[in-house]
Structures are given as C-alpha cells and as structure tokens.
T-cell receptor, first 112, second 112 residues
C-alpha cells in the first residue's frame, strides 16, 4: 500500500516563526501536492511538484514556499507564520496525470 | 477557472437509508470527477471516480452519476452503515492533475 507520511500531526507556533512541514511517500510517485483544509472551504491546492526540483503554484501559494530535493520528500515552508495560516495541511502524492491522490493523515498547525 | 459547489454540507440518515450528495461544476472542459472519503483523523481516500465518457458508475453500495449537459454529478450510497459516516469531497478536473478542484465537503452521519 502507498504510504504518505507527514512528520508532525500537531504543531503550535508563534507569529513570525519559520515553519517546516515535511512529507515523505514510499511509492516512487512522480507528483506531490500540498493542500490546505479549512471548514467550509474544502481542500485548496497550495503547491505541487511533478518532478524533483520542480514546483508549480496552486490556487493559494501566497505566504508559502516548497522544496523537493528528493523524489520521495516534499516540504512546505512558511517563512513567517501568521495567524491566518492556522489550518490543517494535507500532503498527497500521485502517479501520472489525473491519477489517484494518496493523502497523508494531515498536520494541524496552530499559529498563536 | 473551475468552480465546484457541493450540497448539502451536512446529511444525517438512518442506517439502511440511502444518501445522495450533489456537486455542480462550471468548466465544461472538466472531464474527470473523483469522490474522496475522509474519516475522522485521516486523510481523504478515493472511493470512486468517473470520466466524462461515462454517465454512471457503480461499485457495490456506491454509485456516481454524471450529467455533462447540466454540469452536475452525484454520489449515491445505498443501504448506509455507521461506517459510512465521514466527510465526502467531490472534485472536478480536466487533463492534468493541477486542474483538480475540490468541493467544500459533506459531513455524512449514519445513525444506527
């Protein structure tokens, strides 16, 4: 089975801190994604990557950056966390175009 | 860009009843319509999908119907069971994963 592992299930950070959310997949998938999940807003795409060192902006990239140095690892970076970035963050991976998305269990970030 | 609306936001049914969740989309170029189920504390998981060359697809107790003319698609769950309780997300997309847009989710509660 595909496994997508997000390193932290719960984080509490202070405004202005730099935050790293790590995601690792074990199925050699080409594509990796970061989504943000908020009540009433569904899942919104922040960034995605279809190859090592490649990245593309999603629908809400402002305030975020990403890094993909290895195929299996995709990191989401909040350079200076703000309270409006308090949310659930979901990482996913897939193979090919329009392939099934395999999600991690999520990282719930609270910014105080 | 694509916009996906999902209704209802919450749905309560008795065990054994049927449940229907409806989604509409705006981009006539969309041709891929997956449904994801998110159980408490877990990431979303694909349960069924349909492509635009098909009007209906069934998998045991779940089915999805698509009306491309009206730009809407629906998830049907028959003989609901308590383990069907979860949040369900519809999504719509064209060729290429980056165009997948999610609905806002439906919380389904199945009471014994």
């Amino acid at each position: 089975d595909v496994k997508v592992t997000q390193s932290s299930r719960y984080l509490v950070k202070r405004t202005g801190e730099k935050v790293f959310l790590e995601c690792v997949q074990d199925m050699d998938h080409e594509n990796m994604f970061w989504y943000r999940q908020d009540p009433g807003l569904g899942l919104r795409l922040i960034y995605f990557s279809y190859d090592v060192k490649m990245k593309e902006k999603g629908d809400i990239p402002e305030g975020y950056s990403v890094s993909r140095e290895k195929k299996e690892r995709f990191s989401l970076i909040l350079e200076s966390a703000s309270t409006n970035q308090t949310s659930m963050y979901l990482c996913a991976s897939s193979q090919g175009e329009a392939g099934e998305l395999f999600f991690g269990e999520g990282s719930r970030l609270t910014v105080l | 860009g694509e916009n996906v609306e999902q209704h209802p936001s919450t749905l309560s049914v008795q065990e054994g009843d049927s449940a229907v969740i409806k989604c509409t989309y705006s981009d006539s170029a969309s041709n891929y319509f997956p449904w994801y189920k998110q159980e408490l504390g877990k990431g979303p998981q694909l349960i069924i999908d349909i492509r635009s060359n098909v009007g209906e697809k069934k998998d045991q107790r779940i089915a999805v119907t698509l009306n491309k003319t009206a730009k809407h698609f629906s998830l049907h769950i028959t003989e609901t069971q308590p383990e069907d309780s979860a949040v369900y997300f519809c999504a719509a997309g064209g060729t290429g994963f980056q165009k997948l847009v999610f609905g806002t989710g439906t919380r389904l509660l199945v009471s014994p």
